[in-house]
């Protein structure tokens, strides 16, 4: 009996989880390349994290990050303590790694406006998706020009392949903050451990989200109530899209290992067609 029919949760059944979602996805895409094409050029971050056994196992690709709130003994105080590995252009590690893994390709990764991304068109290294880069019989027309490479792809060039961390939970482990890279462009893991720890739960993440939106409006010199008041299409501009998730540790469920009656669903919405 398979790992995941017994409900046994390992870096490897996560790892074969986002294999599954990957060659799903990718088989959509082939079957709607004649009608729509250009689903080969969408993808997306995945940041995943499960409690099993009081260990919480995190799985994470591109740019999305989980910080863990940590009470720092009976001080009354909280460490921000970064659980998650970003896979992003703009950090030097990832640019070294991708130049390893493409010894042969100088434009692996490319500087434009500030900003450095992969084959100078994405910042991230790591997704579910943007199969155009990563098999070459979907980088051709009649995708978009400006996502076609002038040279084949002979290997991938991203990956959906997660970076996957185990925590055995603490006492003093407080709650987790789940986002993209859009909250934490404004706010420091820092300030957003502060801002959670100093509040009452309830609404939580929507106080991150307005907490960044105010100091993407600061930054632009201008109000937040005007921010709020610019179409959503110009808002891109502005500020990154934002989704946060905050999840507070119950610690007598989690020892007893409890589970939530019935289970959630995690199916892909694949499997609901």
């Given at each position: 009996?398979?790992?995941?029919?017994?409900?046994?949760?390992t870096?490897?059944?996560i790892q074969?989880?986002?294999?599954?979602t990957?060659?799903?996805?990718?088989?959509?895409?082939?079957e709607?390349?004649?009608?729509?094409?250009q689903?080969a050029t969408a993808?997306?971050c995945?940041?995943?994290?499960?409690i099993?056994?009081?260990?919480?196992?995190?799985a994470n690709?591109?740019?999305?990050?989980?910080?863990?709130?940590?009470?720092?003994?009976n001080?009354g105080?909280?460490a921000a303590i970064?659980?998650?590995?970003e896979?992003?252009a703009n950090?030097a590690?990832?640019?070294?790694?991708l130049?390893e893994l493409?010894?042969n390709?100088?434009?692996?990764?490319v500087?434009?406006?500030?900003v450095?991304?992969?084959?100078?068109?994405i910042?991230?290294?790591?997704?579910i998706?943007?199969?155009?880069?990563?098999?070459?019989r979907f980088?051709?027309?009649p995708i978009?020009?400006?996502f076609r490479?002038?040279?084949?792809?002979?290997?991938?060039i991203?990956s959906?392949s997660?970076?996957?961390?185990?925590?055995?939970?603490?006492?003093?482990?407080?709650f987790?903050?789940f986002?993209?890279d859009?909250?934490w462009e404004?706010?420091?893991?820092e300030?957003?451990?502060?801002?959670?720890?100093?509040?009452?739960?309830?609404?939580s993440?929507?106080?991150?989200?307005?907490?960044?939106?105010q100091?993407a409006?600061?930054?632009?010199e201008m109000?937040?109530?005007?921010?709020?008041?610019?179409d959503?299409?110009?808002?891109?501009h502005?500020h990154d899209d934002?989704?946060?998730?905050v999840?507070?540790l119950?610690h007598?469920l989690?020892?007893?290992?409890?589970?939530q009656?019935?289970?959630v669903?995690?199916?892909s919405?694949?499997?609901?067609?």
């Open positions: 009996m398979s790992a995941e029919a017994q409900g046994v949760v870096a490897e059944t074969r989880a986002f294999r599954a990957e060659e799903g996805f990718t088989a959509l895409v082939s709607l390349w004649t009608s729509y094409p689903i993808g997306t995945c940041l995943v994290g499960v099993y056994q009081q260990t919480l196992f995190v690709l591109g740019d999305s990050r989980v910080v863990l709130g940590k009470k720092v003994g001080t105080a909280i970064q659980l998650s590995t896979h992003n950090l590690a990832i640019r070294q790694e130049k493409h010894p390709d100088p434009q692996i990764v500087l434009r406006h500030g450095w991304r992969v084959k100078g068109i910042q991230v290294s790591k997704s998706g943007d199969v155009y880069l990563k098999h070459a980088n051709r027309e978009n020009a400006k490479l002038p040279d084949p792809i002979s290997s991938p991203l959906a997660p970076t996957i961390l185990s925590h055995p939970l603490q006492p003093n482990d407080s987790l903050i986002a993209s859009g909250l404004h706010l420091s893991n300030k957003a451990v502060d801002i959670v720890h100093s509040n009452p739960h309830a609404g993440a929507k106080r991150l989200v307005k907490a960044a939106l100091e409006a600061r930054k632009r109000r937040y109530s005007d921010l709020k008041k610019i959503k299409k110009v808002r891109r502005f934002i989704t946060v998730f999840l507070f119950n007598d989690i020892s007893r290992g409890t589970l009656d019935p289970p669903s995690v199916r919405a694949l499997e609901h067609r």
